[in-house]
């Protein structure tokens, strides 16, 4: 089992910035890849980048690329996603995602590669 908790949400002026934390518990952190995505209301969840257990290997989606980075430090178990620049089309609940099995990196898009999630942050960007 892991326990994934996000924190760091808030309300933001467009053009700012918010850094994300996902603690995650209950296993080898280091031993699986994380993932963000966001939901926004009445809208599917989505890919917003990906990091792999080493830290070596990152991806986002066109939408965040460049504006958004996502980093992990796997002595403190946590994952990070900094937003800068922010749009109020970033408006969504944010969650983390373990994935613990062995995929191909591009697989890490969709929401099917994750087993574990966290409970969601609300991020809302004002114009």
């Known amino acids: 089992q892991v326990q994934l908790v996000e924190s760091g949400g808030g309300l933001v002026q467009a053009g700012g910035s918010l850094r994300l934390s996902c603690a995650a518990s209950g296993r080898t952190f280091s031993n699986y890849d994380m993932g963000w995505f966001r939901q926004a209301p009445g809208k599917e969840r989505e890919f917003v980048a990906a990091i792999a257990r080493s830290g070596g290997i990152t991806y986002y989606s066109g939408s965040v690329k460049g504006r958004f980075t996502i980093s992990r430090d796997n002595a403190k178990n946590t994952v990070y996603l900094q937003m800068n620049s922010l749009k109020p089309e970033d408006t969504a609940v944010y969650y983390c995602?373990?994935?613990?099995?062995?995929?191909?990196?591009?697989?890490?898009?969709?929401?099917?590669?994750?087993?574990?999630w966290g409970q969601g942050t609300q991020v809302t960007v004002s114009s």
């Open positions: 995602a373990a994935n613990t099995q062995f995929v191909a990196f591009g697989k890490l898009v969709s929401t099917s590669a994750y087993d574990y």
